[in-house]
């Protein structure tokens, strides 16, 4: 994780959010830290093993 990019209240928050329920880290994909801090974007979708596209569509 590169510390220098991410500061300390979102790595605390990254923390926090290991223990929630899928909505809320999925939430916290759309916040204004997630969306304004590429670092921490990052670390989030290879925290929760996310893929930065995406789910792909549903098969018909």
Request: aromatic fraction near 10%; charged fraction near 30%.
């Amino acid at each position: 994780m590169q510390d220098e990019l991410i500061p300390a209240n979102l790595l605390k928050r990254l923390e926090e959010l290991k223990d929630k329920e899928q909505s809320y880290w999925h939430d916290e994909l759309y916040s204004f830290e997630a969306i304004t801090n590429l670092a921490y974007r990052q670390e989030l979708e290879k925290s929760f093993s996310l893929d930065p596209l995406g789910p792909l569509p549903p098969r018909q």
